[in-house]
């Protein structure tokens, strides 16, 4: 059975540096590529990036390219998501997300549980 | 950027058909995924390839893709259906980078 299990609920101060991980069992950690969704209070689900952990390609949607670190240890089947430095802005539920890959597309096919990230002075 | 077009609503009586369309510039080249998210809960995939239903998903979900626009139809909506859809695919970049629509508030009452 495919899980992905996120860490938990983090509450931070804006300016500080915060990592959240996400553990990949049940498939082939290195073969797929896996990414986050930022989903906002309220809002829309919104694609960060995503990296294949078996060579480290990543790639980085437009919106989130400099703010955010996206990385994978494969010898340990997981995931992480970085920030240097959190703004209250950055408040948000973040789900890691695997993709599966189908001619020239791809899409999510399982989701972790969602880790909530809470920036507030 | 690449953008996926989505209502922001649609609502139906218990038993209707419902229809969710998704349009965007790429989709004629590009699949289209669909979401399910209840309050409070992940995202559940319940169509992938435009059409394909994963195991689990009842057989009222269906998708469709034609030109720009994908469909998501729900066959004799449930109460229990209500919740938020959204689409997703890839731009046309070939370097598989994704995009979700806005996102369909589903009401069924």
């Known amino acids: 059975e495919v899980q992905l299990v996120q860490s938990g609920a983090e509450v931070k101060k804006p300016g500080e540096s915060l990592k959240i991980s996400c553990k990949g069992s049940?498939?082939?950690?290195?073969?797929?590529?896996i990414g986050w969704v930022r989903q906002m209070p309220g809002k829309g689900l919104e694609w960060m990036g995503i990296i294949y952990p078996g060579d480290s390609d990543t790639r980085y949607s437009p919106s989130f390219q400099g703010q955010v670190t996206i990385s994978a240890d494969k010898s340990i089947s997981t995931a992480y998501l970085q920030w240097s430095s959190l703004k209250a802005s950055d408040t948000a539920m973040y789900y890691c997300?695997?993709?599966?890959?189908?001619?020239?597309?791809?899409?999510?096919?399982?989701w972790g549980q969602g880790t909530l990230v809470t920036v507030s002075s | 950027s690449y953008e996926l077009t989505q209502p922001p609503s649609v609502s139906v009586s218990p038993g209707q058909t419902a229809r969710i369309t998704c349009s965007g510039d790429a989709l004629p080249k590009k699949y289209a995924y669909w979401y399910q998210q209840k309050s409070g809960q992940a995202p559940v995939l319940v169509i992938y390839?435009?059409?394909k239903r994963p195991s689990g998903i009842p057989e009222r979900f269906s998708g469709s893709s034609s030109g720009t626009m994908a469909t998501l139809t729900i066959s004799g909506a449930q109460v229990e259906d209500e919740a938020d859809y959204y689409c997703y695919s890839t731009d046309s970049s070939g370097n598989h980078r994704g995009v979700f629509g806005g996102g369909t508030k589903l009401t069924v009452l």
């Open positions: 997300a695997r993709h599966v890959e189908s001619s020239s597309s791809s899409g999510i096919d399982y």
């Open positions: 390839e435009d059409s």
């Open positions: 049940g498939y082939s950690f290195t073969s797929y590529w």
